[in-house]
T-cell receptor, first 114, second 115 residues
Framework: AQKITQTQPGMFVQEKEAVTLDCTYD???????LFWYKQPSSGEMIFLIY??????QNATEGRYSLNFQKARKSANLVISASQLGDSAMYFC???????????FGAGTTVTVRA | DVKVTQSSRYLVKRTGEKVFLECVQD?????MFWYRQDPGLGLRLIYF???????EKGDIPEGYSVSREKKERFSLILESASTNQTSMYLC??????????????FGPGTRLLVL
């Protein structure tokens, strides 16, 4: 089974600054997708960004970008120009192309300070 | 927008009770999922369903069962609730797009406390 590792349990970031959330994964299968989700205190998981293992360019969605380094098996999320509303828990997840299952990391809590 | 709803946000039950958690999605998605979320463990898959009346066990199915009689509705059943089933339960759905960006969309979650 694939293993997703998020080594940062919690982070503080100043408003308007950028923050990078680490995610590494362990698999020998070459075909997979990587996802990041945001979970505010309300509890709902919100999909942020997706990167496919064969995608040539790093994914971007507004203030979110994914720093995908396939050889290092890492898929770090970068949030630019942090806002107070970015305070939440963030999860990295992976799914193989031939599977339904989405496997999650343990999450990183981000607190944005004014 | 995809809408996934769950029947309760908060639920308190007693040990031994039968508990039903309901999930409904309005996007005609084939796949539906039930996860539980515990601090430090992320989300763990309990069961999923890829079609009506079809189900497969996830990583932690023990103590749970599911029912999918209609495409839009997926129910999680705790036959005899125990205190170690106190947790946050999240339902998700996705369209069948294997091999590409099949994204799961989540409901708001149910926080279950078993006393």
């Amino acid at each position: 089974a694939q293993k997703i590792t998020q080594t940062q349990p919690g982070m503080f970031v100043q408003e308007k600054e950028a923050v990078t959330l680490d995610c590494t994964y362990d698999t020998s299968d070459p075909s997979y997708g990587l996802f990041w989700y945001k979970q505010p205190s309300s509890g709902e998981m919100i999909f942020l960004i997706y990167q496919g293992s064969y995608d040539q360019q790093n994914a971007t969605e507004g203030r979110y970008s994914l720093n995908f380094q396939k050889a290092r098996k890492s898929a770090n999320l970068v949030i630019s120009a942090s806002q107070l509303g970015d305070s939440a828990m963030y999860f990295c997840a992976m799914r193989f192309f031939n599977d339904y299952k989405l496997s999650f990391g343990a999450g990183t809590t981000v607190t944005v300070r004014a | 927008d995809v809408k996934v709803t769950q029947s309760s946000r908060y639920l308190v039950k007693r040990t031994g009770e039968k508990v039903f958690l309901e999930c409904v999605q309005d996007m005609d998605h084939e796949n539906m999922f039930w996860y539980r979320q515990d601090p430090g463990l992320g989300l763990r898959l309990i069961y999923f369903s890829y079609d009506v009346k079809m189900k497969e066990k996830g990583d932690i199915p023990e103590g749970y069962s599911v029912s999918r009689e209609k495409k839009e509705r997926f129910s999680l059943i705790l036959e005899s609730a125990s205190t170690n089933q106190t947790s946050m339960y999240l339902c998700a759905s996705s369209a069948r797009e294997r091999g590409s960006k099949e994204t799961q969309y989540f409901g708001p979650g149910t926080r279950l406390l078993v006393l």
